[in-house]
């Protein structure tokens, strides 16, 4: 945390990869998507990334193969498989598929999704809304995964002032006690505080749409992308799978 003034630094590579290697063993029928983006050649470069996954995972529960979408990759081929995308040009490794965001794409995996950009809830809902609209009377390739990107996130004046609730323990207290003090008076919030609100209003929203039919068998969700994620998301997931929307 010492250098995470800007930011903050999540689990180490090595606990995510013997957690997946963990789990794989143990549920042979799963499958875990694991995308990599935004990176720093300078920090982490991806060639030694990806030789460290392969250590720790292990080449036997990594998906290989020379399919072009994920779509055209049959189940039994994925289970108990771990894909490691990247989110960079296609390159002749079998073991780490590309993967991109867009509208249409030729990578291996390809996220349909839409982001709002906002610390609104309504904006964020008006944005969820007009994207189930959207892609229902679209085409769904064999490599797309549809995501729905819960996230409220911080504004241009929040960011600079406050992240993640950190305070740097090397500044001077009275420059912390003001950056706490502009951040009451601007009801300022963190990314936690933010994702903590939005979340409230998911598991609610998606089933009245559901319901009503803005999400439906053609444009569901693949995905449930949620910050400050927690089992609750995870419990929704199952009983969603449990509906006939997913059977």
Same mark, same amino acid.
């Given at each position: ?58 080449? +036997? ?54 982001? *709002? +950009? *906002? ?60 950056? @706490? ?42 995905? @449930? ?23």
């Amino acid at each position: 945390m010492d250098e995470a003034i800007g930011g903050g630094y999540g689990e180490s590579l090595y606990n995510i990869g013997t957690a997946i290697r963990k789990f794989l063993l143990h549920n042979r029928q799963d499958i875990i998507l694991l995308s990599f983006s935004h990176f720093c050649e300078k920090e982490t470069p991806v060639a030694a990334l990806k030789d460290s996954l392969l250590k720790i995972i292990g080449t +036997a529960l990594v998906y290989s193969g020379r399919a072009t979408a994920i779509g055209n990759v049959p189940l039994s081929q994925l289970a108990g498989k771990v894909i490691i995308s990247f989110e960079q040009p296609q390159t002749n490794d079998p073991y780490f598929p590309s993967c991109s965001i867009a509208g249409t794409s030729g990578a291996f995996v390809n996220f349909r999704r839409m982001y *709002a +950009a *906002a610390n609104d809830i309504n904006i964020l809902l008006e944005k969820q809304h007009d994207f189930f609209t959207a892609i229902a009377t679209s085409s769904i390739q064999k490599n797309d995964l549809v995501r729905l990107d819960w996230q409220l996130t911080q504004s241009s004046s929040e960011a600079p002032f406050i992240c993640n609730d950190f305070q740097d323990e090397k500044l001077n207290p009275l420059v912390n006690g003001a950056i @706490l003090l502009a951040n009451v008076i601007n009801k300022n919030k963190s990314i936690i505080d933010h994702s903590l609100q939005g979340n409230r209003y998911l598991p609610g929203t998606i089933d009245a749409w559901i319901e009503d039919g803005t999400i439906h068998k053609k444009n569901k969700p693949n995905i @449930l992308y949620v910050d400050v994620a927690g089992g609750w998301i995870t419990d929704y997931c199952i009983d969603l799978n449990q509906t006939a929307l997913y059977r």
